[in-house]
């Protein structure tokens, strides 16, 4: 799960002219530009035909500053956010929360209930202690029986008639990072929309939300092979719908301690790194959800994470186990064309 942080940066990448291969069809610019927030690189391409340039610029300003208004309430990382206030308060008190919070909070206890805990909002302890941007070697049994205590997603009380925010038991923290990003990327889409974007891909970090079309063409897209990072991609494909993917996999973030790998994806049930997949990529026309079930199906695997998505028909994937077998749900036809 990926860690919010305050310091924002702008990049604004060349705009190039792209004409569609149909004769038919208008021509297609594509402008790009990207911006560092929630911790990762926030980057909004879009085709448009007939939308002046600086109004393009101005949308895309007005969408990074919502993304900023988002991450200034989300962030565990900002002292002021109501989130850190929360974790300061936990159990003594309530905090008032926005309604943004409220809707994320809703659908990360949601998505916990529907996968049994794999995905945990309240996970912040466990993560804190496991630190693999700096540790080298795992933490003791205790220390993580101890972190474990403090996770429990039942124990997170959301007010809504109050708009408050209670977390029960002292020393729990919450953190949006597994949901957070896809959250903040359907928001700025839709201001985009407002301002007549419609065709667009915002791409927080690796996950995808993406909507409408390359001018007469789908977008496309594919998924890395988690064994090789410079081959090609192991599943290429055509997006048919607007929907959010999100990728986890065990393969980028990671340490090597007496010859195994610790990656950063914990299994919340034991306190260690989930075993037996390499690779979850989840679609849903939700990319917040797209964000949590990623996490949630790398922990799951494929048998029960196909229950999930039987019950929630929002929601595929494509999933690589750890001997490279690639599994998809049944329902994955409904997002992408291979």
Known sequence: MAHFLRHILLVVLPLTALLSCSPKAPPVTIYEQEKVLMGTVFKIKSAVSSIPEESVRESYKEAFREIARLESQLSEWIEESPVSEAARRAGKSPVPITPDILT?????????????????????????LWNFRHRKHPPTQDSINNALRLVNWREVENNRQEMTLFLRNKGMRIGF??????????????????????????????????????????????????????????????????????????????????????HHIIDLRTGWPARGMKSSTVFSVDPAKADAYATAFYILGPDKSLQVTRRDTTVAFILIDSTGTIKKSPNLSRFIEE
């Open 104 to 128: 994320v909070t809703d659908l990360a206890l949601s998505i916990s209930e529907h996968t049994g805990g794999a995905f945990d909002c309240t996970f912040l302890p466990l993560g804190r």
């Open 177 to 262: 990072g597994g949901i957070g990003k896809g959250y903040a990327a359907k928001k700025a889409g839709l201001i985009l929309e407002k301002r007549g974007i419609t065709d667009y891909i915002i791409d927080a970090g690796g996950d995808l939300f993406v909507h409408g079309s390359k001018g007469s063409e789908p977008w496309t897209s594919g998924i890395q092979n988690p064994d090789q990072k410079n081959a090609p991609p192991v599943v290429r494909f055509k997006i048919k719908r607007s929907c959010g993917i999100a990728t986890s996999g065990g393969y980028e973030n990671y340490f090597l301690w007496r010859g195994t790998r610790y």
